[in-house]
């Protein structure tokens, strides 16, 4: 079965520094995979996705995110964060149909 | 990116109370999603809809949740006698194709608290 896993429920980091959320998934056809982000009350926002072709995917905001098929992974980093990225992040997968299966998230914290 | 709204934002009920939430996309769409978020858990899938009926549904599904498009443009989750662990948040998703893959744009959600 389809799955996400986000090993770190918060993650802390000074602004300006730079970020890497951790998620592996579990798929066995070609995974299409996406970074969705959430601001508190606001809705789930799309950062980036990855269908196929290069493996490095540049989104909105300055993230980017890798896909790296030998480590089931697709890593979200942001080279400088900004106290306005301070929000949830889930990593998901589109299964075999068209619903998508979503990690548990990762609470990014911003210290000023 | 298509806009979709959600309403109420926030709810209150009583178990047992039937529940109506609401997603209404600002442009034409043809697929429609719910999902859920019971609070520290993951986003869950719930159903699609698509031309007027349920393509997908999952084990959360059950018999007290239905959905339709009254009008033509709303979406409606219904949960007929709400149960205490129907307390998530609950996010209508819309797509232009249903395909593997395709991006869908998620709305604000709406927060169900049942007592």
């Known amino acids: 079965a389809q799955s996400v896993t986000q090993p770190d429920i918060h993650i802390t980091v000074s602004e300006g520094a730079s970020l890497e959320l951790r998620c592996n998934y579990s798929y066995g056809a070609t995974p299409y995979l996406f970074w969705y982000v959430q601001s508190p009350g606001q809705g789930l926002q799309l950062l980036l996705k990855?269908?196929?072709?290069?493996?490095l995917v540049q989104g909105i905001k300055g993230f980017e995110a890798e896909f790296k098929r030998s480590q089931s992974s697709f890593n979200l980093r942001k080279p400088s964060v900004h106290w306005s990225d301070a929000a949830e992040y889930f990593c998901?997968?589109?299964?075999?149909?068209?619903?998508?299966?979503f990690g548990k998230g990762t609470r990014l914290h911003i210290l000023p | 990116e298509p806009e979709v709204t959600q309403t109420p934002s926030h709810q209150v009920t009583q178990m047992g109370q039937e529940v109506i939430l609401r997603c209404v996309p600002i442009?034409?769409?043809?697929?429609f999603y719910w999902y859920r978020q019971i609070l520290g858990q993951k986003v869950e899938f719930l159903v699609s809809f698509y031309n007027n009926e349920i393509s997908e549904k999952s084990e959360i599904f059950d018999d007290q949740f239905s959905v339709e498009r009254p009008d033509g443009s709303n979406f409606t989750l219904k949960i007929r006698s709400t149960k205490l662990e129907d307390s998530a948040m609950y996010f209508c998703?819309?797509?232009?194709?249903?395909?593997?893959?395709?991006?869908?744009?998620f709305g604000p959600g709406t927060r169900l608290l049942v007592l």
């Open positions: 442009s034409n769409h043809l697929y």
């Open positions: 990855y269908f196929s072709g290069d493996t």
């Open positions: 998703a819309i797509g232009t194709s249903g395909v593997i893959g395709e991006t869908q744009y």
């Open positions: 998901a997968v589109s299964s075999r149909d068209d619903k998508i299966i």
